[in-house]
């Protein structure tokens, strides 16, 4: 495990998926050479907004399938 998700709170449930997100985005967005301050800072702001989106995503298929589930069945 690496170091950064093992200093991650336990309370905070998604908070190794949100990371794996990050980790995704950040990887499939190398520079091809050395980015400025401003592109770190950059890249680092669509990490996040791609993360929260990814999670936006999940919670949204969570609650659809919880709510199939509570569709009664036909007979």
């Known amino acids: 495990m690496d170091e950064l ?3 991650m709170a336990v309370a905070e449930p998604t908070a190794a998926l949100e990371m794996a ?10 520079p091809t050479r050395a980015p400025t301050r401003e592109q770190v800072e950059q890249t680092w702001k669509d990490a996040l907004l791609f993360a929260a989106l990814k999670l936006e995503e999940v919670a949204a298929k969570a609650h659809l399938v919880d709510r199939l589930h509570e569709r009664p069945r036909c007979m």
């Not at 997100?21 to 190398?30: A, C, D, M, N, V």
């Open 21 to 30: 997100f990050i980790k995704e985005y950040l990887g499939s967005h190398l």
């Open 5 to 7: 998700s093992e200093t």
